[in-house]
């Protein structure tokens, strides 16, 4: 769902409650005062997420500066534009006349650069010189957008897990219970991310218009490798909470785990990570009733279970879905994505240089308590 459509549909949430209140010639009550104050606060957020994606480096302009770029080694031989790079086009013309003059380059890459990359994938020719774009929706998903992402100042990054609390009635001048809340401390290291692919002179004097692809597959094993660890993160948290069901019976399941976890929290989940395979399944289901499908198999698929958006990602196991709600951790950056090329051993002898992408990255849980784990049989 885009960050303009999240806005629409909490400003419409925030006016049925007002709506009801002015409709029953009343004030809005303490409740739906927070609850619009929460959805106003939603909004302001996703108000500076669009300013930013907006700003002169963002990752749309990034876009729109590369469709207006060609470059007569990169194009497709149909003559089509240069796809976006992992490079800007001075770094990707360094890195062409490194590999050719056998010297060393590096370039940051960046996380505007790095999406833009991604988010137009392609599919590799078995034969011939053409560049076959990939089916619509089959985009990178970047698991990270679903926590704020912070810099990082060390190896190692300390934060805060925040436990669930609790409040009582009391009389006047009672003494009031103790919340119960447990605020627990965790150092953890960062994490290196990276991989390396050789390139060799035969490579580029016979296909060089694929060295964007090649860009684009050595940048999607990064966000392969940070989805799973994300997915790791999430899956051994300590005291996240549990749920079971069948595979068969997962619209079902979904529906008793979002309201567990909202009669817990009081909040309601924004995200529910399917793998694929799954996501399938539950395409597929028919009512008991009659062989009539829940989804229409002709439409784009589900985008919502419950009114809860589906990230579909293969860095969830099969078997396996997690609700997430707002606030169950923060994304921690110490090193944004980086590419160098040079030589490896025995490069220069065999004409061939490596070129190596790699980040130094933390997905840390701050509030297990807002995951749910959903186990499918």
Do not use: W
């Not at 959805?39 to 997420?49: E, H, S, T």
């Not at 370039?107 to 010189?129: C, D, E, H, I, W």
């Not at 119960?180 to 990276?194: C, W, Y």
């Not at 390396?196 to 392969?224: C, I, P, S």
């Amino acid at each position: 769902m885009s960050l303009r459509t999240q806005r629409v549909e909490l400003l419409a949430k925030a006016r049925v409650i007002a709506t009801k209140a002015q409709d029953d010639d009343r004030e809005l009550t303490d409740a739906e005062n927070r609850e619009v104050a929460g959805l106003l606060a939603q909004v302001d957020d996703i108000d500076a997420k669009i300013a930013r994606a907006e700003a002169p480096g963002s990752a749309k302009n990034v876009l729109a500066q590369i469709s207006n770029i060609t470059h007569p080694e990169l194009d497709t031989p149909t003559g089509g534009k240069a796809k976006a790079s992992l490079f800007d086009e001075a770094d990707e013309e360094g890195m062409l006349r490194a590999v050719r003059t056998k010297t060393q380059y590096a370039a940051k890459v960046g996380q505007t650069r790095f999406k833009a990359t991604l988010v137009s994938n392609t599919t590799l020719p078995t034969a011939g010189t053409g560049v076959s774009a990939a089916p619509p929706g089959t985009a990178a998903v970047f698991l990270r957008d679903l926590m704020p992402q912070q810099d990082s100042d060390g190896p190692t990054q300390r934060y805060y897990r925040i436990g669930a609390a609790s409040a009582g009635t009391v009389a006047e001048a009672g003494v009031k219970p103790d919340s119960g809340v447990a605020v627990t401390p965790v150092d953890a290291a960062l994490i290196k991310i990276a991989n390396q692919t050789k390139l060799t002179d035969e490579f580029l004097d016979d296909a060089a218009f694929l060295f964007r692809e090649v860009q684009q597959e050595v940048a999607m094993g990064v966000l392969r490798k940070e989805n799973a660890e994300i997915v790791t993160a999430i899956g051994g948290a300590s005291g996240i909470q549990v749920a079971t069901g069948t595979l068969a019976t997962a619209i079902d399941v979904l529906a008793t785990a979002i309201g567990a976890t909202e009669a817990l929290n009081g909040l309601s989940p924004t995200a529910v990570l399917l793998n694929p395979t799954n996501l399938a399944t539950i395409r597929t289901q028919k009512a008991s009733t009659g062989g009539d499908y829940f989804i229409d198999p002709l439409g784009n698929g589900p985008s919502h279970i419950h009114g809860v958006p589906i990230v579909s990602t293969s860095a969830v196991p099969a078997g396996t879905a997690y609700l997430l709600t707002p606030g169950f951790g923060v994304f921690y950056v110490r090193q944004d994505v980086k590419a160098e090329l040079g030589y490896d051993g025995g490069d220069f002898g065999s004409n061939q240089q490596t070129l190596r992408c790699e980040e130094r990255v933390l997905p840390a849980i701050v509030r297990p308590g807002y995951i749910v784990k959903v186990t499918l049989t």
